[in-house]
């Protein structure tokens, strides 16, 4: 069921899909501001209450790339709004659970309705528009992302507030329901990739490598810190990505219907697009993740004025998001993919000064100009990955862009942490974040501050790498040439 609304349906169709990808993203912040309450409920460590997060974005990881290829088979209308239905039914049942046990449970469930919707919905969006406007497409959707994660937050502490934290759930469920009504009554099937002729087989084994790999990988990832890098567990878990990449990659390059084509890397612009992609998040996710604790521990701001001086800066990216990515449709993607890792980098510069005594003001702006970069870069360069990928793959190709931003910003993390920890440990203090609190001595306050500073010198790096990449990866296939391409097969393609 769909209605018809001529010129304007691809407006109509984004506003639809907007309100879902707004539900997705805001459930996330709403849930890290429920955590507290939720480990208050129940009477659990906090540890034990983070994996309602952990156990969530496990699931989305690793299955974004199959259910981005199984989109682009049975029908992307088809699985977005199954998704839908799973995320509603997940969220629901997390408000009712009676145990975190059964919160734990509902939320991986639900993390299988987000996989099917988070990478469905960048290849429904990139599909409605035409291609000479994928960019300001793009960019609006990743003015909703932002929006959703500055919203978040705010009504999650609101709900909390008036009711109790079960309504951050019960939220969830109402605009998931919403987002099941918007998809079916507007989005048109046809429209947003519905395949036509014989259906592809779906690549089980290939599924089930890519699933074992990045559970691996965000397993690893995620436990190194607490567990120790050398621990037998780490060792294994990071032992077993490497091995069951290495075995993906080999059965994709001779399935009949692979799930990831990894013949796309023989495309110059896929694959430095791409890269260029990973080394951003890589470079840039570490601030997010250690300046709240600067600006707590040692400016002594509390969680409410952080929250608020995060604001302008995640406005950042909900502003230049459509203005760059609209831009660039007409002035081409490489000064604004390069631009925007200049100014990231400047902003990552920025914050390596900061020191114990440094004003708030100093990192407003540092946070301010890393943010308004990756909101210029993300848009242009995720259209002009698009440019060069047949239609009929954008479903995977999608799941598979939003799963590089996940492993990158568990990797920054990951690095980040190590690097200021260590930093810690060298000047005799324990190389833990949770010591670093207002309370802590000036000397370990001195020591995080070092180890910060470092971090982020060594994250720039990373961003000067993207900005080479961004410049050798070359210019994207004009629309006219692309609407020909996309009806070739693929070993006739290549980029221009």
């Not at 694959?271 to 997010?288: D, E, I, N």
């Not at 993300?378 to 479903?395: D, M, W």
Request: glycine share 12%; hydrophobic share 50%; no cysteine.
């Amino acid at each position: 069921m769909n209605l018809s609304f001529g010129s304007n349906y691809r407006w109509w169709a984004f506003g639809a899909m907007a309100v879902g990808l707004f539900a997705s993203v805001s459930d996330h912040g709403s849930v890290v501001v429920a955590l507290p309450s939720i480990s208050n409920h129940f009477d659990t460590d906090l540890p034990t209450t983070q994996w309602v997060l952990i156990g969530y974005a496990l699931t989305i990881s690793a299955l974004l790339l199959p259910m981005g290829r199984m989109a682009d088979i049975v029908g992307r209308k088809r699985v977005y709004v199954l998704g839908f239905v799973i995320f509603t039914v997940g969220a629901l049942a997390a408000g009712l659970s009676p145990s975190v046990e059964a919160l734990i449970a509902s939320k991986i469930f639900q993390g299988v309705g987000a996989a099917m919707t988070q990478g469905t919905s960048m290849a429904m969006v990139v599909s409605t528009f035409p291609p000479e406007q994928r960019g300001k497409a793009l960019g609006l959707q990743m003015s909703m992302v932002g929006l959703g994660g500055v919203a978040g937050p705010a009504v999650g502490g609101f709900l909390i507030g008036v009711a109790d934290w079960r309504w951050v759930f019960f939220g969830a469920s109402i605009m998931g329901a919403v987002s099941v009504l918007a998809a079916i009554i507007i989005i048109d099937s046809k429209q947003v990739g519905q395949p036509t002729g014989d259906r592809e087989a779906f690549d089980w084994l290939g599924a089930a490598l890519s699933t074992g790999a990045m559970v691996s990988f965000l397993l690893g990832m995620t436990g190194g810190q607490r567990l120790g890098w050398l621990s037998p567990l780490i060792l294994g878990a990071l032992g077993s990505f490497i091995a069951l990449m290495i075995v993906f990659v080999w059965w994709e390059l001779r399935a009949p219907s692979p799930i990831m084509d990894m013949r796309l890397f023989k495309r110059r612009l896929f694959t430095f697009g791409v890269s260029a992609s990973y080394l951003s998040f890589v470079g840039m996710s570490s601030v997010r993740f250690l300046m709240p604790f600067y600006l707590q521990a040692v400016l002594g701001f509390s969680p409410l004025q952080v929250g608020l001086m995060i604001v302008p800066s995640a406005s950042m990216m909900i502003i230049m998001g459509p203005l760059s990515g609209r831009l660039s449709d007409r002035f081409g993607v490489r000064l604004f993919t390069m631009g925007g890792m200049a100014v990231t980098m400047s902003g990552l510069i920025v914050l390596s000064t900061l020191t114990p005594s440094s004003s708030f003001i100093l990192a407003m702006v540092g946070m301010t100009m890393q943010s308004f970069g990756i909101g210029t870069f993300n848009a242009p360069n995720n259209s002009s990955i698009l440019s060069v990928v047949e239609q009929s793959k954008y479903g995977v190709i999608s799941g598979f862009l939003n799963l590089v931003r996940n492993s990158g910003n568990l990797t920054s993390i990951a690095v980040a942490t190590v690097i200021v920890t260590a930093s810690m440990a060298s000047m005799g203090y324990p190389p833990s974040l949770a010591e670093v609190s207002v309370d802590s001595d000036p000397g370990l306050i001195a020591a995080f501050t070092s180890g910060l500073s470092l971090a982020f010198r060594f994250m720039s790096g990373f961003i000067f790498i993207a900005i080479v990449a961004s410049y050798f990866k070359g210019n994207p296939i004009p629309p006219e040439k692309e609407i020909v391409l996309q009806e070739q097969p693929t070993r006739e393609r290549t980029p221009a």
